[in-house]
């Protein structure tokens, strides 16, 4: 049984775990789109995922949260990034998060993005190439997913 979030707030921060999975489909890394999401009055996308609950593996929260958000079954990602981002937002935020690379379903079509029950996620394709001209968080990680490559990189993204 899991319990609560891997989250906690202390004296002038908060600590999260949080999963993400890079959804890609398409060949050629430029030409190669990856699924986007955003909640109602955020006013930037990122990668759909979320936080890890205590006692449960982190490709276990992967697959609830898009089940979740996207209400699909989707298979088991490789490991691409560990991206430890610090920043700033009212008090001093650490998150670590573990990026799994995914390939979208072949049977499962493009536009089928609205299924899911979380209230107020919405969900676009945009093209790797494109993600500096759409408002993406964190904005530091583009240059990996522009990047090609197999190996599991550890990304710092410190803005305090």
């Not at 408002?135 to 240059?143: C, T």
Request: glycine share 10%; aromatic share 10%; proline share 5%.
């Amino acid at each position: 049984m899991t319990g609560h979030d891997i989250s906690w707030s202390a004296r002038g921060g908060t600590f999260n775990l949080r999963v993400a999975a890079v959804i890609s489909h398409g060949q050629k890394v430029f030409d190669q789109k990856v699924l986007l999401c955003t909640v109602d009055r955020l006013g930037y996308w990122f990668l759909p995922g979320g936080r890890v609950r205590f006692g449960e593996p982190a490709q276990r929260a992967l697959s609830r949260e898009l089940t979740e958000e996207l209400g699909h079954r989707f298979p088991a990602g490789r490991l691409a990034f560990v991206v430890e981002n610090i920043y700033w937002d009212r008090s001093l935020q650490h998150e670590v998060g573990l990026y799994y690379r995914l390939a979208w379903p072949a049977g499962l079509a493009d536009s089928d993005l609205d299924s899911g029950t979380e209230p107020g996620h919405r969900f676009r394709w945009a093209t790797i190439s494109e993600l500096n001209s759409v408002r993406f968080e964190p904005a530091g990680l583009i240059p990996e997913l522009q990047r090609p490559g197999d190996d599991v990189r550890h990304v710092l993204l410190d803005r305090q």
